[in-house]
């Protein structure tokens, strides 16, 4: 924008501040004029409605995705071996598979073990919480046939206390409180979050716009084809709405079908 004060001089009537100021209000007006924001239509109001729906929809949709999406998975795994010692005494061994080993002679094989410790980054479109599940384990006794799966030990069993020292001495203490923690622990990763549903925020508003437009062109459409209906119908001298012969009516301002007023 540019503003030309070429007109002031001195001297035409003695006080150029004042022309300056008025020419400056003009311009100020005409900026005003064409920044003006268009007045809103109900296209404009729809539009504006679906950018307000659609943030408290993203955000209920990144906290269904963070629930339902798993985008990885990795199982942290530990085994062992517990031994029998006679007399009701074992004692376990963290990865001890070697079963030539010399440690193997500590006692007699009695039960092979394996905890899984489940890990999942969960979210959509990006990771939105990392979610570390509480440990399974399964166990293989020598004695019967097959491995039980995800058992659930009672408390004070020997066993479980042969697996709890086996995990200590092994220095193994997240995978033992993997194992102990009731539930998930979940640590969320907020800026995942921000990012989530700012990213949906837009997809929705992408999307509704385009619905938008989509039912706008129907409607433009269908509007055109039906005014141009009624104008053929006014031309042939029959009733705008319903299409009633109107010809050799001596009142024809409303239609005796179906009551509308004719123009
Ligand atoms: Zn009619």
Known sequence: ???????????SNGYPDVVMFRKLRRELAKIRYYSATPRANRWTRASNLALFISLPLAAALTLTFDHVVIRSRSVDQISGVVLEQGQGIFSGVIGFTDYQSELWQRGQPYAEFTLNAPFHRTGWPVATSERRLPAQLDINYFDEPGTQSNVLLPENSPIGRVIESALTNHSDQEMLVRWQQ???????????WVFSIVMLWILLCVLANIALGMTRIVWIVSHRRRSRERKQRK?????????????????????????????
Do not use: N, T
Request: proline share 4%; aromatic share 10%; with cysteine.
């Open 1 to 11: 924008m540019r503003i030309r004060f070429d007109a002031v001089d001195e001297g």
């Open 182 to 192: 009731p539930k998930s622990e979940v640590r969320r990763l907020w800026w995942g």
């Open 235 to 263: 031309v042939h001298g029959k009733c705008a709405k319903c299409g009633y012969d109107l010809r050799g009516l001596d009142f024809h301002a409303r239609c005796p079908e179906c009551g509308s007023e004719q123009e």
